[in-house]
C-alpha cells in the first residue's frame, strides 16, 4: 500500500464542469502538497496546506488532518486544467508522493 | 531568479555509458532533493542535501549512482554504467527550511538508454 494514494487515476470532464481529487495519506504530516504537472515534466506547486482550507482563483484545497485526507477542487474547469495532479506528504524531511491524477477537460 | 534549472532537458545514452544531471536551485535555498519519475507514476525519492550534506538516501539509489552537492549550491546527480531500466524522468526540486518548506520542482531531466 502506497503511503499516499490518490483518486481517481483518471479523469475526463467537460469544460464548466466541478471537479474533486481526492488524497488519503497514512503517514505523518507537517504540511501537504498539491503539484500540478504538465505534459513534458514541469511542476507547479499549486498549494502546501498544514489546516483547513485554501483558494486560489478556481482552486480550492482542503484537509482535514484527523481523517488523513485532502481533496483539491476545481471549478468551472477548462481545457488548460489538463494536466496530472499530485498529492504529496511532508512528513519531516521526507516527502511522499501520490502516483497523481490524470485530468482531462474537453471542450 | 528562475527557479530551478536542470540540464540536460534531454538525455539519450548506450547502455553503459555514464551520464550526469546537474541542477541549480533556487538561490538560498538550502535543501536540495533528486527524485526519478517513470511513466505513469508520482516521484520516487532519491536522495536530498542540506546545504552540501547529503542526509538521506533511497534504498532506489544503487551503486551505480551518486549525487554530489560541493558547495551547497548547485548538485550534480551522475549515473554509471547505465541500464535501460534506468530510463526515467530525473527531477530536482529545492526548498529554503525557514520558508516552511515550500518545495520548487524544475523541469526535470529526460532520459532515455537505449
Known amino acids: 500500500k502506497n503511503e499516499v494514494e490518490q483518486s481517481p487515476q483518471n479523469l475526463t470532464a467537460q469544460e464548466g464542469e466541478f471537479i474533486t481529487i481526492n488524497c488519503s495519506y497514512s503517514v505523518g504530516i507537517s504540511a501537504l502538497h498539491w503539484l500540478q504537472q504538465h505534459p513534458g515534466g514541469g511542476i507547479v506547486s499549486l498549494f502546501m496546506?498544514?489546516?483547513g482550507k485554501k483558494k486560489h482563483g478556481r482552486l480550492i484545497a482542503t484537509i482535514n488532518i484527523q481523517e488523513k485526507h485532502s481533496s483539491l477542487h476545481i471549478t468551472a474547469s477548462h481545457p488548460r486544467d489538463s494536466a496530472v495532479y499530485i498529492c504529496a506528504v511532508r512528513d519531516g524531511n521526507q516527502f511522499y508522493f501520490g502516483t497523481g491524477t490524470s485530468l482531462t477537460v474537453i471542450p | 531568479d528562475t527557479g530551478v534549472s536542470q540540464d540536460p532537458r534531454h538525455k539519450i545514452t548506450k547502455r553503459g555509458q555514464n551520464v550526469t544531471f546537474r541542477c541549480d536551485p533556487i538561490?538560498?535555498?538550502?535543501?536540495l532533493y533528486w527524485y526519478r519519475q517513470t511513466l505513469g507514476q508520482g516521484p520516487e525519492f532519491l536522495t536530498y542535501f542540506q546545504n552540501e550534506a547529503q542526509l538521506e538516501k533511497s534504498r532506489l539509489l544503487s551503486d551505480r549512482f551518486s549525487a554530489e552537492r560541493p558547495k551547497g549550491s548547485f548538485s550534480t546527480l551522475e549515473i554509471q554504467r547505465t541500464e535501460q531500466g534506468d530510463s526515467a524522468m530525473y527531477l530536482c526540486?529545492?526548498?529554503?527550511?525557514?520558508?516552511?518548506?515550500?518545495?520548487?520542482f524544475g523541469e526535470g531531466s529526460w532520459l532515455t538508454v537505449v
Open positions: 526540486a529545492s526548498s529554503l527550511v525557514t520558508s516552511g518548506n515550500t518545495i520548487y
Open positions: 496546506l498544514s489546516s
Open positions: 538561490s538560498e535555498h538550502n535543501r
